[in-house]
C-alpha cells in the first residue's frame, strides 16, 4: 500500500487551496494586503492612538493664547452723599450738604488691551472718560470732564528674554505634537508586524489541521487493514490494539489542532476588525503560501536603517529634545530680572463738555511719560539654581538612555538576522525529514506486507512522519515570522509592504 506520499504531499511552498465550488456563505478569504488594510482602517488600537495627534495639535494651538490680546471694559456709577452740613450753635446750617455723582463714560467707560509678544515685550494700552458732578447746597453745581489714555511696555533683558515659561511651553508643544505623530507611525508599524505574523500563524495552523486529518487518516487506514488480517488470521489482536490506539491518539491531535486553528483565527480576527461581534461568524482563508524565499543580509545597512527610522528611537531623540528646551529655561532663570520699561500718557480736563476734553487729547496738551529700567537679583536663587541642577541630570540621564536604546536596537537587529538565518536553514532540515520520513514509512510499509516488519513499526514511523510534517510547517511560519520580525526591527515594516503613513 503505497499511499503515504500522496497524504503527506507537503512542498517548500504550503498553500491552503479553497474549492470554488459551493463556498461556504461565512467564508472569506484574504490576502495579507487585504488584512493589512482592514487593520489600519478597522484596528482600535490604533483609531485610539490616532486621536492623539489631534490632542497635540489642539494643545498647541491653545498655547499660543498668551499672545492674545485682552480686552477689557468697565462700566462705573459712584455716587455719594454728604447730607450732614456744618451746623452753627442756633442751629442754622451753614454749610449744606453734597452729593458727589461720577461717571465713566457711558455710565463707566474704562477700557485697556494688553497682552505680550514673542520677544517677551509686554504691553498695555488703556483709556478713561469719566464724568463728576459735585452738587452742594447753596453753590453751583460743579461739572468735570476727564479724559486720559496710557501706554505701558516693559521688555525683560536677561531674565525671560530669549525664553520664557510660555514660549517654553510652546517649544514644548511643539515636541508632543512630533512625539504623538511619532508614536502613531510605531503602533502602524507594530500592528503591521502583528497582522503579518498573525497571518503566518493562521496558514500553519490550517496546515497543521490538515496535517493532522491525513495522519488520522492513514491510522484509520492501518486499523481496517490489520482488522482484515486479524479476521484472517494473518496478524495478532495486538496489532489491531496498536492501531486503535494510534487513531485515539492521532483524533486527540486534530482536536487540539483544531483548537489551535480557532485561537489563530480570533488573534488574526482582533486585528482587523472593531466590531467582532459581526465579525465572529466569518472564516479567515488565507489567500497566500508560506514560501521560503532565500534573503540577502547586511548587518551595518540593516543597522543604519534602525538607527534612523525606529520610531521608539525618534522618541526618544525628541523627548530629548524636550529636557533642553526645559533645561535652557531652567539656566535662564538663573539670571537676574533686568526689565526696560517705558510708558506714555496724555490727559485733559475740562469742565464743559467730554468733546472739549477729547480735543486735549488730540492737540497732545498735558503728555505725561516714563522710562527707565529695574534689577532685582536674587540673592540666594537656591530653588532656580537646584531646578537647573537637576533638569541637567535628568538630561544626562536621558543621554544614557538613548545610547543603550541605540545598542538595543543594533542587538535585536543582530538577533534578527540571526534568527532569520536559523530558521532559513531549519526549513532545508525539516523538508529533508518530512522527505526522509515519507520514504522510510513506505518502506516499512512494503517490509510489513511481506511480513518482514511489524505494526508497531509501521505506527511508529506514521507517527514520526506526522511530526515531521509538523515541524516543516513550524520551520516555514517561523521563517516567514522572522523576516516580519527583522523588518520591524529595522523599522521598515512599511517600507517592506510598499505603505507610507501621511499625518494631516
Avoid at 40 to 45: K, M, V
Avoid at 193 to 220: F, P, T
Wanted: hydrophobic content about 40%.
Amino acid at each position: 500500500m503505497q499511499f503515504t506520499r500522496i497524504l503527506f504531499p507537503i512542498a517548500l511552498a504550503v498553500a491552503w487551496t479553497v474549492q470554488a465550488q459551493n463556498p461556504a456563505p461565512n467564508v472569506r478569504e484574504i490576502t495579507l494586503q487585504e488584512a493589512i488594510q482592514m487593520a489600519l482602517e478597522h484596528n482600535l488600537d490604533v483609531k485610539i492612538q490616532a486621536i492623539n495627534p489631534r490632542i497635540a495639535e489642539l494643545n498647541l494651538k491653545a498655547s499660543y493664547a498668551m499672545y492674545e490680546p485682552t480686552l477689557s471694559f468697565a462700566a462705573v456709577h459712584n455716587f455719594s452723599s454728604q447730607p450732614t452740613g456744618v451746623v452753627d450753635p442756633q442751629g442754622r446750617i451753614v454749610v449744606g450738604s453734597r452729593e458727589i455723582a461720577t461717571d465713566s463714560f457711558p455710565l463707566g467707560l474704562n477700557t485697556s488691551v494688553g497682552s505680550q509678544l514673542p520677544t517677551g515685550l509686554r504691553y498695555s494700552i488703556s483709556e478713561r472718560l469719566s464724568h463728576t458732578a459735585i452738587d452742594q447746597t447753596g453753590v453751583p453745581t460743579v461739572d468735570n470732564y476727564n479724559a486720559s489714555w496710557t501706554l505701558d511696555l516693559r521688555q525683560p533683558l536677561l531674565r525671560n528674554f530669549w525664553i520664557d515659561p510660555d514660549r517654553a511651553q510652546i517649544q514644548v508643544n511643539k515636541k508632543a505634537l512630533k512625539l504623538s505623530e511619532v508614536a502613531l507611525k510605531g503602533l502602524i508599524i507594530t500592528t503591521v508586524a502583528q497582522v503579518e505574523q498573525a497571518y503566518y500563524n493562521l496558514i500553519s495552523a490550517r496546515e497543521n489541521v490538515k496535517v493532522a486529518e491525513k495522519g488520522l487518516e492513514l491510522a484509520e487506514r492501518t486499523l481496517l487493514e490489520n482488522r482484515k488480517k486479524v479476521e484472517v488470521g494473518a496478524l495478532a489482536p495486538l496489532d489491531e490494539k496498536q492501531a486503535e490506539a494510534q487513531v485515539a491518539t492521532s483524533k486527540a491531535g486534530l482536536i487540539a489542532t483544531q483548537r489551535a486553528l480557532d485561537f489563530q483565527e480570533n488573534a488574526l480576527k482582533s486585528l482587523l476588525t472593531d466590531n467582532y461581534a459581526s465579525f465572529h461568524d466569518t472564516t479567515l482563508i488565507p489567500a497566500e503560501k508560506l514560501l521560503p524565499l532565500p534573503m540577502s543580509y547586511n548587518l551595518q545597512e540593516s543597522w543604519q536603517k534602525g538607527l534612523a527610522v525606529r520610531p521608539d528611537l525618534l522618541q526618544a531623540k525628541l523627548d530629548l529634545e524636550r529636557q533642553d528646551i526645559t533645561l535652557r529655561l531652567q539656566k535662564n532663570q538663573l539670571l537676574p530680572s533686568l526689565d526696560a520699561f517705558f510708558s506714555y500718557g496724555l490727559s485733559g480736563t475740562r469742565n464743559t463738555s467730554y468733546s472739549d476734553v477729547l480735543s486735549d487729547l488730540t492737540r497732545d496738551r498735558n503728555p505725561a511719560y516714563t522710562y527707565g529700567g529695574s534689577l532685582t537679583i536674587p540673592l540666594g536663587n537656591i530653588a532656580a539654581r537646584n531646578r537647573y541642577k537637576a533638569t541637567r541630570s535628568l538630561k544626562e540621564q536621558a543621554v544614557l538612555q538613548l545610547k543603550k536604546l541605540e545598542q538595543d536596537i543594533m542587538i535585536q537587529i543582530d538577533d534578527a538576522i540571526k534568527a532569520a538565518q536559523s530558521a532559513f536553514e531549519r526549513v532545508r532540515a525539516t523538508r529533508e525529514a518530512r522527505e526522509f520520513a515519507e520514504t522510510a514509512l513506505d518502506a516499512e510499509q512494503k517490509k510489513l506486507e511481506n511480513g518482514k516488519s511489524t505494526t508497531f513499526q509501521v505506527l511508529q514511523l506514521q507517527r514520526d512522519l506526522t511530526q515531521a510534517a509538523f515541524n516543516e510547517i513550524g520551520a516555514l511560519a517561523e521563517y516567514n515570522n522572522a523576516l516580519a520580525q527583522l523588518a520591524l526591527r529595522e523599522g521598515t515594516t512599511l517600507e517592506r509592504h510598499r505603505l507610507s503613513v501621511n499625518l494631516k
